[in-house]
């Protein structure tokens, strides 16, 4: 007697199917919390802004061309430069964070003037608020003709570096002049001094000065002043009363106030 063999099939209860439903929606709440963390983190990297900083000075600056100052001042000289540090730019752009400034005085090959470095502190949360630096330099370590550089650097979260370059120029307290006879007229060149100095100017009275230089249009009796500037040669010219008269330096008196 031939056995037929049949494939039992199992037939799934519904105790087995609602297991499988319930891991299914575990898997899925897990799944969906996973990719839920995962776009809020993109979202906070994505929308995370750096803090503004502000960090600024009357004098310094970071920008270019660098600030250039040219100072004059006795040989003998302590040769003081002052400036501002601020920690705002304007009412509407300040940091309120705490930090540290450390500033110097460089000479021309870069190397700390000895006495010239220090630091101040900026506080968190206390507004705008301003610094005001003096440095004293020696003009023996501030040689004629060549430059020294403030810098003033910010350290902490953000560094940033202010600087500006400083010129230094002696003050002459002697001042040249010499006098030349032209026919009808007669010439002063006058040179020296310092910008700012003022230069009196005293001649005879067989002359008469050329009104259309303005020095000479308010000039009172037979002298006038002039303010000098550095470097620059002066041409004054006069005319004379009596042509057949002649004059030299003798008949000129300039005296450097």
């Not at 250039?68 to 920690?87: K, W």
């Not at 370590?141 to 430059?147: D, H, I, K, M, Y």
Request: a negative charge.
């Amino acid at each position: 007697m031939a056995k037929t063999r049949q494939n039992a099939k199992k037939k799934l209860t519904p105790l087995t199917l609602l297991a499988i439903l319930a891991a299914l929606a575990l898997l899925l709440s897990a799944l969906t919390y996973t990719m839920a963390r995962y776009f809020l983190a993109s979202d906070s990297s994505t929308a995370a802004v750096a803090e503004p900083f502000y960090f600024a000075s009357d004098r310094l600056s970071d920008e270019a061309p660098e600030p250039y100052y040219q100072i004059e001042a006795q040989e003998t000289d302590a040769i003081s430069i002052p400036f501002e540090l601020r920690n705002f730019v304007d009412s509407l752009r300040v940091t309120d964070e705490e930090f540290r400034v450390d500033y110097q005085a460089e000479d021309v090959l870069g190397a700390e003037i000895p006495g010239t470095s220090g630091s101040v502190t900026f506080t968190g949360g206390g507004g705008a608020q301003t610094h005001d630096v003096v440095l004293e330099i020696d003009s023996s370590l501030f040689a004629e003709g060549s430059t020294v550089r403030i810098s003033a650097t910010s350290m902490g979260r953000y560094e940033r570096r202010l600087t500006a370059a400083y010129g230094f120029t002696t003050i002459q307290n002697t001042i040249t002049y010499t006098v030349e006879d032209v026919g009808n007229m007669v010439v002063l060149y006058l040179g020296g001094g310092s910008t700012g100095q003022v230069a009196t100017i005293a001649w005879q009275d067989g002359l008469i000065p050329d009104t259309s230089d303005a020095v000479f249009s308010n000039a009172a009796g037979s002298t006038a002043t002039v303010a000098v500037e550095s470097g620059r040669i002066y041409t004054f010219t006069f005319y004379k009363k009596n042509v057949s008269d002649k004059y030299t330096k003798s008949n000129f008196t300039v005296l450097l106030e």
